[in-house]
Structures are given as C-alpha cells and as structure tokens.
C-alpha cells in the first residue's frame, strides 16, 4: 500500500512538472517568435489572431499572404515616377484611385459604389486619418483594394530626410500592422515631386504614382456634373484616375462615381487595380516605363507642381 501511494505521488509529481514545463516553454516561445510575428502567430491559433479572439476584426494568415502579394509590383517600376501605363490603343483598361482617406463616412460611401460594381480601385491613405479610422483601413483591405501610402500628415512644405522618412515609414508601418500590407505604392501629396519626399520613397524601392487623368474632386469648384465631365475627356487606355475620398467633404466625388463608372463600361473600358496595370504593362510589346516616354512633365495636368 506504502509502495503505491508513494508511485502515485511520483507520478502525479512528474506529470505536474511535464506541464508547467511546457506551459512554460509555450509561453517564452510564444513571445519570443509569436507575438511579434502576427502572420507565425495566427497559424499557430488556425488563423486567429488575438484580436480575433476577442471578437474584434483582424487579418488572418491567409489574408496577409494574398494583401502582401496583391500588392506586388514589377521591380522594373521600383524607384520610378509613373504616370500611366503603356498599353495597346485596344487594352481599355483604366485605374481608379482615391487619395487623403479614409475620411469617416465618404470612404465607405465609395467602398459600397464599388463593390456594387465589381470594381477594385487603389487607395492612397494618409498615416493620421488611418489612425483614427483603422476599421475603415481594415474593410478597404480585406474588400480586395489596393493600398498606397500617402504621407502620414500630408505635408507639401521641403522637408529633410529624417522628416521625409518619418512621415513615410511611420504610414508603411500603421498600415501593415492592421492590414498586413507591405506596400511598394507611394504618391506624393498635392503631386509636389521635389520636397524631399520622393527622394527618400525611391531610396526605398517605393513606385511614385502620379497620374494622367484627374476628377479636379479637390477644387471647390464646380458640381458632381463637372467631375464626370473632367475625368471623361481626358480617359484612354492604361490610365490613372486620380480622385479623393478623404481631405474633406467628398460629396460630389460620390455622386459622380457611379456615372463616371457606368460612362466609362459603356466605352468598353474594364477597371484594374495599379500593379495589375503595371503586369499589363510588363507583358505589352515594346514595354518602356511611363515616365520616359508616356507623359510629359508640361503635358501633365499637375504640372506646374514639378518645379516647386
């Protein structure tokens, strides 16, 4: 009996410390690689991050591996200034994109116009206004949009290279923590090309987007009519769109993105995302980057922002 209870006490001993060993070893393990690797630690818990835990939205593996990739650019366009994409006259194919957001309610006014269409746009966000609407930040992203980074403060003022790389690190870094996107799609505010901010985004492999094909959202004036009027007379294959859904009341911007993008279909035009645009161009014959031959600096609309 002695012999016995001395067994059970020895084996319920060692159990007990098997256990708290491994707890404890799950546990350094876990903050040692885990929670500091979202995309390791969601596999861990079968994609559930701990915030999903919780019952608040987060990104799961699955949806970190096809933001990261859905993202890609080809690395010839790494570094460049891009207007528009060389395409065949035939290729009626057009990128939508959305600058300044998210802004607290146009943003997913735009989102819903959007999805009614079966459209994915791209979408350059401003680090501050992601911080103050990350479940907005969230929706873009888990709706299949691209992402662009936008400046976090939307400074067009010269700036050093310290300012220039905080303002788009600290951006890169907001949208990847809630997204998992690691974005290579930079556009610099108001299109100011040599206020230091470009120079630091190329050093870092970044694709400067700028545009050929503008809405004028951002001016006070003219209605909803004037918007769809501007966009349509200057749109042709391989272009960028550029329109806004934060920075302010986008009202108009919204009641005209539903005419501008039944206006274009009727055209024959089909709507892609930037690096969809820019495969397109990879695969086109005679392919040249769109800043060497496409688009001007005194063509484009924004030009007179180049030399200031």
């Given amino acids: 009996m002695l012999n016995r209870k001395i067994w059970q006490f020895i084996t319920i001993g060692t159990v007990t410390l098997i256990a708290t060993a491994s707890s404890l070893s799950l546990t350094g393990f876990l903050q040692k690689d885990y929670l500091n690797n979202p995309l390791n630690f969601s596999q861990l818990l079968g994609n559930k991050s701990p915030d999903s835990l ?18 890609a650019i080809p690395r010839e ?67 299949g949009h691209v992402l662009g980074n936008h400046t976090w403060h939307h400074w067009y003022r010269r700036m050093d290279v310290a300012t220039a790389a905080s303002e788009i690190n600290r951006t890169a ?92 279909k009727a055209q024959g035009y089909k709507f892609v995302t930037i690096p969809e645009l820019l495969e397109m161009q990879t695969q086109a014959k005679d392919v040249v980057t769109a800043e060497s031959s496409i688009v001007t600096k005194d063509e484009h609309p924004n030009h007179q922002l180049h030399h200031q």
């Fill in 77 to 143: 366009f790494q570094g460049k200034t891009i207007y528009e994409a060389k395409l065949p006259i035939t290729d009626k194919v057009i990128a939508l994109t959305f600058d300044d957001g998210p802004g607290p309610k146009n943003t997913t006014q735009v989102l819903d116009i959007l999805k009614q269409n079966h459209i994915k746009a791209t979408f350059f966000l401003v680090g501050q206004m992601v911080s103050f609407h990350p479940q907005i930040v969230k929706q873009i992203a888990d709706e």
């Fill in 54 to 71: 919780n019952g608040s939205t987060s990104v799961t593996a699955q949806n970190i591996a096809l933001n990261t990739s859905k993202e």
């Fill in 173 to 264: 870094d907001i949208i990847y923590k809630l997204t998992g996107v690691k974005t290579t799609l930079f556009r610099p505010p108001g299109g100011f090309l040599h206020n230091g901010l470009v120079d630091y985004a190329k050093s870092q492999k970044y694709a400067i987007m700028m545009w050929s094909d503008e809405s004028g959202d951002s001016q006070s004036r003219g209605q909803a009519a004037t918007l769809i009027k501007n966009v349509e007379k200057s749109v042709k294959p391989g272009g960028i769109v550029l329109m806004h859904d934060g920075g302010g009341n986008r009202s108009r911007t919204v009641k005209a993105l539903p005419q501008i993008i039944a206006d274009l």
